[in-house]
């Protein structure tokens, strides 16, 4: 059975730093790109940042260019800093059997429980 396991969220305030990771069980977690989506509250699930199965390129959301940072070696990593209200939001681990990276939700097949991020002003 595949799982991936989210940990690291919690509650922050403006203008600080979170760092979410990712542990992938069941699966070989070379093989896939490795994505981080996030769903706020009435809001449809987006793409945050995505990293290739071999960590060279990286693709992130306008939103959060220059603030978050995607990174992998036994787990997958997002780093968060100079976090905002906006931020809030459930943010998901995810896995896609391409060799690149994808921004779209329906091409990740494997999806983790998630790990609740809340920004307050």
């Known amino acids: 059975q595949v799982q991936l396991v989210e940990s690291g969220g919690g509650l922050v305030q403006s203008g600080g730093s979170l760092r979410l990771s990712c542990a992938a069980t069941g699966l070989t977690f070379t093989s896939y790109t490795m994505g981080w989506f996030r769903q706020a509250p009435g809001k449809e699930r987006e793409f945050v940042a995505g990293?290739?199965?071999?960590?060279i390129s990286m693709i992130y959301a306008d939103s959060v260019k220059g603030r978050f940072t995607i990174s992998r070696d036994n787990a997958v990593r997002l780093q968060m800093n100079n976090l905002r209200p906006e931020d809030t939001a459930v943010y998901y681990c995810?896995?896609?059997?391409?060799?690149?990276?994808?921004?779209?939700?329906?091409?990740?097949?494997?999806w983790g429980q998630g790990t609740q991020v809340i920004v307050s002003s």
């Open positions: 990293i290739s199965w071999n960590g």
């Open positions: 995810a896995a896609a059997a391409f060799l690149h990276i994808t921004t779209q939700p329906t091409q990740y097949v494997y």
